[in-house]
């Protein structure tokens, strides 16, 4: 039976570098674990600030694909 994988892409630009992130539900831990190295990486322009707002934006579309779920299949009552 196959399975649809939903794939997030995450991306950030600061001048000329390109930050472009892909993660699914399943390695969302590790994708939050990458940011930190690359803010703690001195060769990049990567800063905390910048793994801040992007685990910041990976947290809160977790927490609307968990609220879209549970309204789909009935479990969610609005108030």
Avoid: C
């Avoid at 690359?38 to 992007?54: E, G, K, M, T």
């Amino acid at each position: 039976m196959e399975q649809d994988i939903n794939v997030n892409v995450l991306a950030l630009v600061k001048g000329k570098e390109r930050y472009v992130f892909l993660y699914t539900e399943e390695n969302r831990t590790e994708i939050l674990r990458t940011l930190g190295r690359y803010a703690s990486d001195p060769d990049l322009s990567f800063s905390w600030y910048d793994a801040a707002v992007l685990s910041q934006k990976i947290r809160r579309r977790n927490q609307q694909q968990n609220i879209s779920s549970l309204q789909r299949y009935g479990n969610y009552a609005e108030h």
